[in-house]
């Protein structure tokens, strides 16, 4: 079974721009959970979708958005880029339907701010 | 306080010896847990799930859960240098009615050959 992709893997942008990243979750999972990971902060959660519905949302400003599509892939988009949004920003999917199950991660995209 | 702590190291050990890797807790109500292992440069990868007090083991992992007392640790036994990673406890703490997955900010681990 395939595991879960992210594109792009790398991305360079620069401060006010704005980029989406794109995630596929394994075949049947449905829900889709990103994360952003810096050393000194450890993986942040940033939001998790469940059957186009987001369902949980972590302390991150609005300019974090995201969407889930009904073949449960998922985009997160970032607008207004700052330079401390540079980080490796991770995709996880799960089967579960509550939210806490076992989560499976992509490779994950790593995006610098300049 | 934290909802997950874990020192975040790193923890050295000899080749062959026996690494434990702790973390504590704030949500009392939680019910599963996991130990993700991420090498540098990779992403973390999901190594056990324990959800009942007591003992799991896997191989050479054992995962310790004590609910009581808000703690679960991960014992790697004969370590080799190939377990030279950072470990991430992660709890499933409820959030708004449903359930969402915090992680701890993660040990790292070397063996020393």
């Known amino acids: 079974k395939a595991g879960v992709t992210q594109t792009p893997r790398y991305l360079i942008k620069t401060r006010g721009q704005q980029v989406t990243l794109s995630c596929s979750p394994i075949?049947?999972?449905?829900?889709v959970s990103w994360y952003q990971q810096t050393p000194g902060q450890g993986l942040q959660f940033l939001f998790e979708y469940f059957s186009e519905t987001q369902r949980n949302k972590g302390n991150f400003p609005g300019r974090f958005s995201g969407r889930q599509f009904s073949n449960s892939r998922s985009e997160m988009n970032v607008s207004t880029l700052e330079l401390g949004d540079s980080a490796l920003y991770l995709c996880a999917s799960s089967r579960s339907g509550t939210g806490g199950g076992e989560q499976y991660f992509g490779p994950g995209t790593r995006l610098t701010v300049t | 306080q934290k909802e997950v702590e874990q020192n975040s190291g790193p923890l050295s050990v000899p080749e062959g010896a026996i690494a434990s890797l702790n973390c504590t807790y704030s949500?009392?109500?939680?019910?599963?847990f996991f130990w993700y292992r991420q090498y540098s440069g990779k992403s973390p990868e999901l190594i056990m799930s324990i959800y009942s007090n007591g003992d799991k083991e896997d191989g050479r992992f054992t995962a310790q859960l004590n609910k009581a007392s808000q703690y679960v640790s991960l014992l790697i036994r004969d370590s080799q240098p190939s377990d030279s990673a950072t470990y991430l406890c992660?709890?499933?703490?409820?959030?708004?009615?449903?359930?969402?997955?915090?992680f701890g900010i993660g040990t790292k681990l070397q063996v020393i050959p």
């Open positions: 992660a709890v499933v703490m409820n959030s708004g009615g449903y359930q969402k997955v915090t």
């Open positions: 075949s049947g999972h449905r829900s």
């Open positions: 949500d009392r109500g939680s019910q599963s």
